[in-house]
């Protein structure tokens, strides 16, 4: 155990795995509210130590956790990483003697990382749960992490402040239905920010905010666009170095973001994700790039459910009225395998209880607004949840989450560095493109010698 904990701090420059993406966790035990139970036999001589990579979802994370304690005794504790820091914590926790008997990793390129701490899931009952094998973190017939769920990502509108738009005079769109492509999102964007004093608000954008608590959002999620649009052109999974074909595109949406917003773009580097959040809850713009996870936060914020929309990212592409949003998973369980088998066993029940038992289920669907790939999830009330719905049922097509084909963390860093520069004027969107072709080149080359 202790050589492979080394090996782990001596790996921990290598690519990071969690894209600042979007994760959550449960509580452990074999007894169900609802009758089902998890991996058979007793583990009451085992306990629980989940780190958890969302911050969003730390309390309810917290309070599952005690449920499960109560009804079953079994202790489970959740303990959440910073923003920006769960790979250097789960490194750090990993050699400790009491390390995480439940983490996270963001899919092949993560278990790259850290495979030889991996259970084999491949026998387990939360494994037999899934929906689709596609929802496996699979190498051959072994099974290391389980998608715990799926999560959806757009830019999400305030409609009353939307609808006022459209019955202005100024308006040049006048519903939702019509504005279904970049041309008209920017035609919006630009008449929102000219007028702002007479809709209310401060800006058609939330604050691009680029500090490490929101700048995941555009060197990942928003870089994600082109990625896709690429790999669709090209009908590739993945690339040892990307093209850049769509990084005009890029452009665009990040040009919009940056000019139409709440704030001058010289002061993003300072500027956080909560910021972001509280702009929009309070009123104060329009649109908001985030996804389903921020539901909870929004409402109780205040933010009612019929003030909620989800649109896609549009970039300028051909054909992208019919794009949907964008959904995929980057979060997979995984369980220590140098854990006690006593401690494997809890952990096993109750991820597996989390995904089964009325209380888990329901605490996931409308406390975390998640929706998770298990036979006996629970439909969430999340109105983003449903306007994803609504865009696949209209046969629009979802954009694919290429996280885990992005070549490693130092290359989101460098991609989201040169952004922060670019949108303070201190240098060209060329240093961004460079970033983005030049970086994932050399990354690729690193973390696949």
């Known amino acids: 155990m ?5 090996k782990r701090v001596l790996a921990a420059g290598m690519a990071g795995l969690m894209a600042a993406t979007f994760m959550a966790g449960c509580s452990d035990n074999k007894s169900t509210d609802n009758g089902s139970s998890g991996d058979s036999g007793s583990s009451a001589k085992g306990q629980v130590y989940y780190l958890n990579f969302k911050p969003e979802q730390d309390k309810q994370w917290q309070d599952l956790a005690k449920a499960y304690e109560k009804e079953t005794g079994v202790k489970v504790t959740v303990s959440t990483a910073a923003e920006g820091t769960y790979e250097s914590t789960l490194t750090a926790e990993m050699d400790k003697d009491n390390a995480p008997t439940l983490f996270q990793v963001n899919g092949p390129v993560g278990l790259k990382n850290w495979k030889d701490f991996c259970l084999d899931l ?16 699979k190498e051959g017939d072994s099974v290391y992490g389980v998608a715990y769920v799926v999560e959806t990502y757009g830019i999400i509108y305030n409609k009353t402040l939307l609808q006022k738009y459209f019955d202005s005079d100024f308006a040049t769109v006048k519903k939702i239905e019509d504005l279904n492509n970049f041309a008209q999102l920017k035609t919006v964007a630009d008449e ?16 691009t905010g680029m500090d490490s608590s929101s700048d995941w959002r555009f060197k990942t999620h928003l870089a994600n666009l082109p990625i896709y649009y690429e790999y669709k052109a090209d009908n590739i999974t993945s690339t040892d170095a990307i093209k850049g074909t769509y990084l005009d595109n890029y452009k665009n949406i990040f040009d919009l973001y940056i000019t139409d917003s709440t704030c ?28 389903t996870w921020e539901y909870s936060a929004l409402t109780e914020g205040g933010l009612k459910d019929e003030d909620l929309g989800m649109l896609p990212i549009y970039i300028g592409v051909d054909g992208e009225e019919n794009q949907g949003l964008c959904t995929g998973s980057e979060n997979y369980w995984c369980v220590n395998a140098n854990a006690s088998e006593d401690d494997q066993k809890a952990t096993l029940d109750f991820i597996n209880w989390c995904v089964t038992s009325d209380k888990g289920t329901a605490a996931m669907a409308d406390d975390m ?30 954009v694919t ?13 460098g991609v989201g560095t040169a952004l922060t520069q670019y949108a303070a004027g201190k240098s060209k969107w060329d240093d961004v493109v460079k970033a983005f072709k030049d970086g994932w080149k050399t990354e690729y080359a690193k973390v696949n010698a």
């Open 401 to 413: 989450w290429n996280f885990t084909t992005m070549p490693s963390e130092d290359w989101k860093n």
């Open 192 to 207: 929102i920010q000219a007028n702002a004093k007479a809709l209310g608000v401060k800006g058609a954008f939330t604050s």
């Open 369 to 398: 607004g998640f929706v998770i790939p298990f036979k006996a999830a629970k439909e969430a009330k999340n109105v983003l949840v449903k306007a994803d719905k609504e865009y696949v049922d209209a046969g629009k097509t979802p």
């Open 264 to 291: 001058k773009a010289t002061d993003l580097a300072n500027k956080t994700g909560t910021d972001a959040e509280t702009e929009f809850v309070k009123g104060e713009a329009v649109f908001f790039q985030n996804g």
């Open 122 to 137: 491949k026998d387990s009952d939360v494994y037999k749960n899934l929906t689709s094998e596609d929802f496996a973190l």
């Open 2 to 6: 202790q050589k492979k904990t080394m």
